[in-house]
């Protein structure tokens, strides 16, 4: 079935270095949402991206959506502690669900 | 708004027990859904809701139920409960069917 796969499933990074996370998949997507989880937490809804190319910023972190609409990144510039957490993207599947990838867990170290 | 809410915030059961994961929601969205989190999982999704009186089965539904006789309300039911449902369990609601998922804060469960 249709699947995305998240890379890295860990990252662990000193603060105030850049991180990536990155979601890709064999098939189009109609669209990609991206959510964090911190520790104990639940999941907490970042961005959407519709759009084939689109590239969205909220402060230090740049969403973007590929050409092809098959892969997606999130990136954050110059990571504090309060980036850490799980990320995730999700995508809406062809039974109608919304679908998760496996999550990249990122770890600051101040 | 209360927005999701989940009960109990911890459970422990013994193997062969029965119980329901409560989930209500009052922003009148009528999507809701349920998701298990196992670690290096992710969120598998068990069950879904389009809305009142519609569910559907999801990635993992064996052993568990769910009804949605109201718009605000879709409970989990564990028949029986078994060691592999042990997880943190999420229920999460959204206007439509792939628009922004509001979660709930989780249920920790333990089967023993």
């Known amino acids: 079935g249709q699947q995305v796969m998240q890379i890295p499933q860990y990252q662990h990074v000193q603060e105030g270095e850049d991180f990536t996370t990155y979601c890709n998949s064999s098939t189009t997507l109609s669209n990609i949402q991206w959510y964090k989880q911190r520790p104990g937490g639940h999941p907490v809804f970042l961005i959407q991206l519709v759009k084939s190319g689109e590239v969205k910023k909220q402060k230090r972190l740049t969403f973007q959506f590929g050409e092809a609409k098959k892969n997606s990144s999130l990136h954050i510039t110059a990571t504090q502690t309060t980036d850490v957490g799980t990320y995730f993207c999700a995508y809406g599947g062809s039974q109608g669900n919304l679908i998760f990838g496996k999550g990249t867990k990122l770890s600051v170290k101040p | ?95 439509r069917l792939h628009n922004e998922q509001f979660f709930g804060p989780g249920t920790r469960l333990t089967v023993l």
């Open chain 2, 1 to 95: 708004n209360a927005g999701v809410t989940q009960t109990p915030k911890f459970q422990v059961l013994k193997t062969g027990q029965s119980m329901t994961l409560q989930c209500a929601q009052d922003m009148n969205h009528e999507y809701m859904s349920w998701y298990r989190q196992d670690p290096g999982m992710g969120l598998r999704l068990i069950h879904y809701s389009v809305g009142a009186g519609i569910t559907d089965q999801g990635e993992v539904p064996n052993g568990y139920n769910v009804s949605r006789s109201t718009t605000e309300d879709f409970p989990l039911r564990l028949l029986s409960a078994a060691p592999s449902q042990t997880s943190v369990y999420f229920c999460a609601s959204s206007y």
